[in-house]
């Protein structure tokens, strides 16, 4: 045990087996982006995955509306010690993008519309455990909150969940994407607390 | 550096000082042996302990920058918080508390990169509590004698909601600082208290064609604010570094 704060008694111990360690619970929404939040049209939206041997899957708007969507109920834990239970969600299964493309690589670089990138191995986006996500709540997702579309991979930190999502490209390591480079972990999962490398 | 003095490790920190900056907020220094210094920018976990061996932790701003073990942090007090109102209510000089980092190394201003000393403009834009980062940025600039032009726009409800408010009043050299007021402006203030807009921004900040190192940080609401009409004022969006705290 750390140091007893004098005076400090924190709010009520029910312990929640569904909150990680070290978080709080939160009806609100925060928002963590680091820096202004681009304005994508979805005339001019696109989303690529690209491989190893520079084969180039490309989805525009109306293409990945067109797919099969999914109803998605998750919880949310943001690095930032605020986690959301039961937020609900509409998009497209990863399984589903990745159907038709051949890939020996393990890992995946995310980048994003205005230059985020963050970095994921392959199998977390696969077997039902990521979305391309565009509805939030029954709306259209909010610029704010990564609309049009963003990465959803809920049993990561939500940093791993790219906002404004434009493509995936395949790596042979796991190369550190942008937070990943500036101090935070390298995987990110919310039940090991891994927050800083 | 030993494996004790890491970012990463908790530290304790003792309550060497506090000072009330506005009625919901205050500032605390604390010596923590093994910190060992920060940039300007970054933050600390913070980890308070009830005797039952509950904890919370929360993220904050430092507002010092440079070496040393002293860490000053300051922290508004958030209405349904946890930890907040213990840090501005109930925490007293000597006390101790958890702490590790430095944190974070985006939202970060160094006064010189590889030996290179940083002479571009910068332009710190703050709204409220939003002001912790950026006055470790204007320490640091002023204790490193930087020549880098620097500009504070800092956006309050009322004069009695800024804090630092003495020592922004007396800017070092080669800073220059605008106040606005959201809610109440002091007698005689020339500009009506109201949100910042774009005008206000494009009056007093420097110029995109300047390509000023932005730094905004405040509310969601405000740096979303600020930050849209930075990029339709032309600045490159690479170039705004943003901070938010709160929900929506």
């Known amino acids: 045990m750390g140091i007893?704060?004098?005076?400090?008694?924190?709010?009520?111990?029910?312990?929640?087996?569904?909150?990680?360690?070290?978080?709080?619970?939160?009806?609100?929404?925060?928002?963590?982006?680091?820096?202004?939040?681009?304005?994508?049209?979805?005339?001019?939206?696109?989303?690529?995955?690209?491989?190893?041997?520079?084969?180039?899957?490309?989805?525009?708007?109306?293409?990945?509306?067109?797919?099969?969507?999914?109803?998605?109920?998750?919880?949310?834990?943001?690095?930032?010690?605020?986690?959301?239970?039961?937020?609900?969600?509409?998009?497209?299964?990863?399984?589903?993008?990745?159907?038709?493309?051949?890939?020996?690589?393990?890992?995946?670089?995310?980048?994003?519309?205005?230059?985020?990138?963050?970095?994921?191995?392959?199998?977390?986006?696969?077997?039902?455990?990521?979305?391309?996500?565009?509805?939030?709540?029954?709306?259209?997702?909010?610029?704010?909150?990564?609309?049009?579309?963003?990465?959803?991979?809920?049993?990561?930190?939500?940093?791993?969940?790219?906002?404004?999502?434009?493509?995936?490209?395949?790596?042979?390591?796991?190369?550190?994407?942008?937070?990943?480079?500036?101090?935070?972990?390298?995987?990110?999962?919310?039940?090991?607390?891994?927050?800083?490398? | 550096m030993t494996d004790t003095d890491k970012p990463s490790v908790w530290k304790v920190g003792v309550v060497a000082e506090t000072r009330t900056e506005t009625a919901s907020g205050r500032s605390i220094v604390l010596d923590v042996p093994g910190w060992g210094g920060n940039i300007a920018g970054q933050h600390a976990d913070v980890r308070l302990t009830a005797p039952d061996g509950y904890t919370a932790v929360r993220s904050y701003s430092v507002a010092s920058?440079?070496?040393?073990?002293?860490?000053?942090?300051?922290?508004?007090?958030?209405?349904?918080?946890?930890?907040?109102?213990?840090?501005?209510?109930?925490?007293?000089?000597?006390?101790?508390?958890?702490?590790?980092?430095?944190?974070?190394?985006?939202?970060?201003?160094?006064?010189?990169?590889?030996?290179?000393?940083?002479?571009?403009p910068v332009q710190l834009i703050g709204g409220g509590s939003g002001i912790v980062p950026l006055v470790a940025m204007i320490r640091s600039h002023a204790a490193s004698d930087s020549t880098?032009?620097?500009?504070?726009?800092?956006?309050?409800?009322?004069p009695d909601d800024a804090f630092f408010r003495s020592e922004l009043a007396e800017p070092s050299r080669g800073l220059d600082v605008t106040w606005a007021y959201t809610r109440r402006a002091p007698d005689g203030w020339a500009r009506p208290a109201g949100r910042l807009t774009r005008a206000d921004l494009e009056a007093r900040t420097f110029p995109a064609n300047l390509s000023p190192a932005v730094f905004v940080c405040g509310p969601t609401g405000f740096v979303e604010t600020v930050a849209n009409s930075l990029v339709e004022l032309g600045h490159d969006p690479a170039r705004i570094k943003t901070e938010r705290f709160g929900g929506q």
């Open chain 2, 65 to 120: 920058a440079g070496s040393g073990d002293r860490v000053q942090l300051a922290v508004d007090r958030l209405p349904t918080g946890e930890v907040s109102p213990y840090l501005v209510d109930d925490l007293i000089v000597g006390d101790q508390l958890e702490i590790r980092g430095p944190l974070g190394g985006w939202f970060v201003w160094r006064p010189e990169i590889d030996g290179i000393e940083q002479t571009g």
């Open chain 1, 4 to 197: 007893i704060s004098r005076g400090f008694s924190g709010r009520s111990r029910e312990h929640n087996p569904d909150l990680p360690p070290g978080q709080y619970l939160t009806e609100d929404f925060p928002v963590l982006s680091a820096g202004p939040t681009p304005s994508i049209d979805t005339a001019d939206w696109e989303f690529s995955i690209r491989t190893e041997s520079g084969a180039v899957h490309r989805w525009d708007w109306d293409q990945l509306k067109s797919l099969p969507i999914e109803d998605v109920s998750t919880d949310i834990h943001c690095v930032t010690r605020w986690s959301k239970f039961g937020t609900s969600w509409r998009g497209v299964s990863l399984d589903t993008l990745f159907a038709d493309v051949d890939t020996n690589y393990e890992y995946v670089m995310a980048h994003s519309y205005g230059g985020y990138t963050t970095n994921v191995p392959l199998e977390d986006l696969l077997d039902g455990k990521a979305w391309i996500a565009f509805e939030f709540d029954g709306e259209d997702l909010d610029p704010e909150h990564g609309g049009p579309a963003r990465l959803l991979i809920p049993h990561l930190y939500f940093w791993k969940s790219a906002k404004w999502i434009r493509g995936l490209v395949m790596m042979d390591d796991d190369d550190p994407g942008f937070w990943e480079q500036n101090g935070y972990h390298i995987y990110g999962d919310p039940w090991l607390e891994q927050r800083y490398s």
């Open chain 2, 148 to 158: 880098a032009p620097f500009k504070l726009l800092y956006s309050v409800r009322t």
